[in-house]
């Protein structure tokens, strides 16, 4: 079971890993807290692949994190 458990962990982990790489970074800076980066892609950006990534990202790192107690639990 621990070692079912440990493969699923580092397929999560990795996976994470991969999703964390691949967003872009925010360069809003300064500019956000003036409003300035308010724009006509930034009200669309839910439906955007970044949107997308970033919610895979948080998906994984529950899953990662649900894994990992899990696995405490069971050793």
């Known amino acids: 079971m621990a070692t079912a458990i440990s ?3 580092i397929i999560a982990a990795l996976l ?3 999703s964390v790489l691949l967003q872009s970074s925010d360069d809003d800076g ?3 807290l003036s409003g300035r980066s308010d724009s ?3 009200k669309t950006k ?3 692949f ?3 990534l970033a919610l895979g990202t948080k998906i994984t790192a ?3 994190v649900a894994l990992s107690i899990l ?3 069971v050793k």
């Open 16 to 18: 994470l890993i991969v």
């Open 46 to 48: 839910a439906k955007t």
């Open 62 to 64: 529950g899953i990662f």
């Open 50 to 52: 970044e949107a997308k």
């Open 40 to 42: 006509y892609f930034s």
């Open 7 to 9: 493969i699923v962990l």
């Open 30 to 32: 300064i500019g956000a």
């Open 71 to 73: 696995l405490l639990i």
